[in-house]
């Protein structure tokens, strides 16, 4: 390879390795000043001890002093006035002062240093929070846009289901009767086209404290609490998602203190309504007959939130 060759590729990993540092700049800044404190505490540490000689030092000479003001007279027998134990004070002070800033002042230097690289680092994250927020509310503007587009063409049942990614389907099942005799039965149930979930579906499991080793009551459960929330939607007319969690007894969440559902009937993209998605999001009516008959441990739960509803809170809200 020329000169030439090696010159560009070392430019290639330098502006490489700038983009990468500088998408990593305010972990870097928090991180190196979390460092730096640990580094200033440990410094402090290791001064302390001469610090303790200045003060002890400092001491023995104001006891110096205060007795020869006391006496008037020094230990070499020369006249001692108020005024020469003033001045003698102010300069003992001033020097160990002195003193005592040098021995800590690299400490110092090192935790200013720290501290400003945190905050700068928490600058950073917050200009690209802000950045990203400002984007969020723009695509939820969009979103909101096009989700009216969808209801006004082809009407909420089919806003849902796009949204959901469900749809319905016929499926005939086999049931046998009290008699014994076997019969086929056509239901229409409500079925998934992915396999993937909302960034706010969670299992209804052990890992709740709601959660009993029993899958007709649990089902009972959260239909009656379900059934509350829909009541509380309708006389609030907010519900936040954490609420729901905490009623599940589940761990609160950042996003869900932000989204929920409001109950606006005016607004033909909310479904004014609160849905767990109990009978939408399991595939079939098998998987909650066996929840319910313990084959099955947990279930899958997904929610059919609004979305970001925080600034809109106090808007909506009727009791607050």
């Not at 229409?188 to 029993?214: I, K, L, R």
């Not at 849905?275 to 084959?295: A, L, P």
Request: glycine letters at 8%; charged letters at 30%.
């Amino acid at each position: 390879m020329n000169i030439k060759g090696i010159i560009n590729a070392i430019g290639h990993v330098a502006r490489r390795a700038g983009k990468a540092v500088k998408a990593a700049a305010p972990e870097i800044a928090i991180v190196g000043g979390t460092v730096g404190l640990i580094v200033a505490g440990v410094v402090a540490c290791k001064e302390t001890p001469k610090a303790i000689k200045v003060i002890e030092k400092h001491k023995e000479k104001m006891e110096i002093v205060a007795k020869a003001e006391e006496n008037s007279i020094t230990e070499a027998g020369e006249e001692y006035s108020i005024e020469d134990a003033k001045h003698d004070k102010a300069m003992i002070f001033a020097q160990d002062s002195l003193q005592i800033v040098k021995t800590y002042g690299p400490a110092v230097i090192i935790a200013i240093l720290s501290a400003a690289s945190i905050l700068c680092g928490s600058k950073i994250f917050r200009k690209r929070l802000t950045a990203i927020t400002g984007a969020y509310a723009l695509l939820e503007k969009n979103f909101g846009k096009y989700r009216d587009g969808v209801i006004d063409r082809f009407g909420k049942e089919v806003d849902k289901e796009l949204r959901l990614g469900t749809k319905k389907e016929l499926i005939e099942t086999e049931e046998v009767d009290e008699n014994g005799n076997k019969k086929s039965v056509i239901e229409e149930v409500t079925t998934t086209d992915y396999d993937g979930y909302s960034q706010y579906a969670c299992f209804f499991d052990e890992t709740c404290t709601q959660w009993v080793n029993d899958g007709g009551r649990n089902l009972s459960f959260l239909m009656n609490v379900q059934r509350d929330f829909n009541n509380r939607l309708v006389a609030h007319g907010t519900v936040f998602l954490n609420d729901v969690y905490a009623a599940l007894g589940r761990a609160r969440t950042k996003e869900g203190q932000r989204v929920g559902w409001i109950y606006d009937p005016s607004d033909p993209r909310r479904d004014n309504y609160i849905d767990f998605g109990i009978s939408e999001v399991v595939r079939n009516r098998t998987s909650v007959k066996e929840f319910m008959k313990n084959h099955e441990k947990s279930l899958l739960l997904d929610f059919n939130v609004d979305g970001d509803i925080y600034d809109d809170f106090e808007r909506f809200d009727k009791l607050w």
